[in-house]
């Protein structure tokens, strides 16, 4: 990862941008190339078992594993929503709203940082995140592990795949990543013509691939075989429809800010998320969000850590004017918008040859049959 990030920085300079298109064209960057994806990594103290596997998927269904038990996993990762949600803010615990865009789970088994800021490691930490995280799971650690231990078909799931005589929470969340790492994409039509199938791009999907590595400058961040730097940048990505207006997002935004803590004077002045920034408390990361990887997005609109677009062309064309202005430009936000975007110039055939390139980086949709949850039932020996 090093030595991308420097090359990264050291494009940065404004001499570098201007050079770069042209270097580009001649396969002269110093960028990862676009890559078939292969297996994704499979931690050493987490190893894949199909009894685990066939438990992670109960666990990812099973809306037990929050507060008021109406709310899974899947609720806001459906597999016909991209396993994402079909709307530009996700859904959130009853009673709310989230604030961001539901990312899709498909592939977050290759990401080395979880989340639209990056705020998880890996998917063990990710799930108990989303499962307790107010807006999300909203549920509680003992209740949870209680009503595990209620639910006969669990504790001797539990114990046959972890040796454990109750089910353990943490073990719930190590079942959940493992179910994850099953889901993914890797026989998209561009990994099959990266690896030497010329007929697997159409002509224009071919010369939109010329484009996203040369003309565009797509490449400079979404590289390598996921197609992201795991970078973050600012956008200038404007704010969803509804931001201002749903009071629900609103309040959930206050209460973002509150719990992962700003100064008083910016929960004063703030008026969209600042991503990155509350990870690092640098204002220089204001509004940075990771670079998403491209993979299977034909079936994960809208997009963007806000979900402010509706369908890829609408995306295409906000790159072609160089990205947005930071709408709250009174704000602290509009100072960090990233250099690397230019208006680009490209033409109607060229926007929609790149429309058509993008869909190459998702093959057939991923469904799978809805698994059965077990019910209560009562503890041994009584
Ligand atoms: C109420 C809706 C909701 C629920 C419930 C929910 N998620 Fe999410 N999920 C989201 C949203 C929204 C994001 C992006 C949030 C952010 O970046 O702050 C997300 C992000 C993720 C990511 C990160 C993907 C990436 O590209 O980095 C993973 C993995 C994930 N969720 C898995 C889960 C698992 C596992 C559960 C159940 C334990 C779960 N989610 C429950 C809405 C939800
Ligand atoms: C400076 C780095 C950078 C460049 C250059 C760049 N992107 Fe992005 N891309 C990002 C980041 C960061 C996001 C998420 C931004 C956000 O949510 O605020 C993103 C989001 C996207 C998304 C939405 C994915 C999703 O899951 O919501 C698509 C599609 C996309 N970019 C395609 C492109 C294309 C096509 C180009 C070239 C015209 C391009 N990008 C150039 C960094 C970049």
Not at 77 to 89: I, K, N, R, V, Y
């Amino acid at each position: 990862m090093k030595p991308l990030k420097t090359s990264v920085m050291l494009l940065a300079s404004a001499a570098a941008i201007a050079a770069f298109a042209g270097a580009a064209q001649a396969g002269e960057n110093s960028y990862p190339p676009l890559a078939p994806l292969g297996d994704p990594p499979i931690p050493a103290d987490n190893p894949m078992t199909d009894a685990k596997v066939e438990l992670g998927k109960m666990l990812f269904w099973d809306p037990r594993l929050g507060g008021d038990a109406s709310t899974a996993c899947v609720t806001c990762h459906e597999p016909a929503q991209g396993w994402a949600f079909g709307d530009s803010l996700s859904r959130g615990y009853p009673g709310t709203v989230h604030w961001r865009n539901s990312q899709s789970v498909i592939n977050s088994a290759y990401l080395g940082q979880l989340f639209w800021a990056g705020a998880a490691k890996s998917l063990e930490a990710q799930a108990p995140s989303a499962a307790k995280g107010a807006v999300a799971g909203n549920g509680e650690n003992d209740v949870m592990e209680t009503r595990l231990a209620f639910i006969p078909e669990y504790r001797r799931r539990f114990n046959e795949v972890f040796g454990t005589q109750w089910p353990l929470i943490s073990d719930a969340w190590r079942a959940i990543a493992t179910f994850e790492r099953t889901l993914i994409q890797n026989d998209t039509p561009l990994d099959r013509y990266l690896r030497g199938d010329e007929t697997a791009l159409s002509d224009d999907q071919k010369a939109g691939m010329e484009l996203f590595n040369g003309k565009a400058g797509c490449i400079q961040c979404h590289n390598g075989p996921l197609a992201s730097d795991e970078n973050y940048y600012n956008l200038g990505v404007p704010p969803a429809e509804r931001w201002e207006e749903d009071g629900l997002a609103q309040v959930t935004f206050r209460y973002e800010l509150y719990a992962k803590g700003v100064t008083q004077e910016m929960y004063r002045q703030l008026k969209d998320d600042p991503g990155l920034y509350f990870r690092t408390k640098e204002p220089g990361d204001m509004g940075k969000f990771r670079t998403p990887p491209l993979r299977y997005t034909l079936y994960t609109a809208p997009y963007m850590h806000n979900g402010a677009f509706w369908d890829l062309e609408e995306v295409v064309q906000f790159y072609n004017q160089g990205g947005g202005e930071n709408e709250f430009t009174d704000g602290p936000m509009a100072a960090t918008k990233t250099d690397l975007l230019k208006p680009l110039g490209l033409s109607d055939e060229e926007v929609s040859q790149l429309v058509a390139f993008l869909e190459a980086f998702s093959g057939d949709e991923i469904q799978v049959e809805a698994p059965t949850l077990p019910p209560y039932g009562p503890l041994p020996g009584e």
